[in-house]
């Protein structure tokens, strides 16, 4: 079964700080890799899009990673704001376009 | 462009009775989603559309949940009749094709509560 973990479940920085959040994925084949911020009583806002031929793609602050040979992508947060307080949800399309979502990171920024 | 908008951002009714959840998708995107988030399940497609054409319904829960898009501007859906475990958050999306480099735009969900 494809799926799509995300670590860790939630985590708490300091404001200032940075932090990397983590998702593996078994999906294939794969088609690109999505990493989306969502507002508590929003819906999700894409922050990047990758195929698997990208390394890396950066959209302000958050830069995002993927190794298509081990299945990883990482979301790195540079110098955290109260406002980056969100859940990460990381989630990987299939050649159909069939979206599979991770369960997502809650991340609590802190003054 | 006011994204996807969704109506109303809050339903609490109680068990049996009929739900209608609505959706404006964005002017000129071709493709609709339905989706539902919980806790516990995270976020899940229920059915979408293209050019007002269901696709794939094959995420619908059961025959209680029916979709509708009867213009390109519109999308509905209803569940009849509603159950305490159909209490989730339900998001619309909609996107311009499906190549790797769209994403999708959500709306702001629909909060619903079967009591």
């Not at chain 1, 294939?28 to 508590?40: A, G, V």
């Not at chain 1, 979301?75 to 406002?83: D, E, G, K, R, V």
């Not at chain 1, 069939?98 to 003054?111: D, E, N, P, Q, W």
């Not at chain 2, 790797?100 to 735009?105: D, E, F, H, I, M």
């Amino acid at each position: 079964k494809n799926q799509v973990e995300q670590s860790p479940q939630s985590l708490i920085i300091l404001e200032g700080k940075n932090c990397t959040l983590q998702c593996n994925y078994t999906v294939s084949p794969f088609s690109n890799l999505r990493w989306y911020k969502q507002d508590t009583g929003r819906g999700p806002v894409s922050l990047t899009i990758m195929t698997f031929s990208e390394n890396t793609k950066s959209n302000g602050r958050y830069t995002a990673t993927l190794d298509a040979d081990t299945k990883q992508s990482s979301l790195h947060i540079t110098a955290s704001q109260l406002s980056d307080s969100a859940s990460y949800i990381c989630v990987v399309v299939e050649y159909g376009n069939k979206l599979v979502f991770g369960a997502g990171t809650i991340l609590r920024v802190k003054s | 462009d006011a994204g996807v908008i969704q109506s109303p951002r809050h339903e609490v009714t109680e068990m049996g009775q009929e739900v209608t959840l609505r959706c404006k998708p964005i002017s000129g995107h071709d493709y609709l989603f339905w989706y539902r988030q919980t806790m516990m399940r995270g976020l899940e497609l229920l059915i979408y559309f293209n050019n007002n054409v269901p696709i794939d319904d094959s995420g619908m829960p059961e025959d209680r949940f029916s979709a509708k898009m009867p213009n390109a501007s519109f999308s509905t859906l209803k569940i009849q009749p509603s159950e305490p475990r159909d209490s989730a958050v339900y998001f619309c999306a909609s996107s311009l094709g499906t190549a790797p480099l769209y994403g999708y735009t959500f709306g702001s969900g629909t909060r619903l509560t079967v009591v």
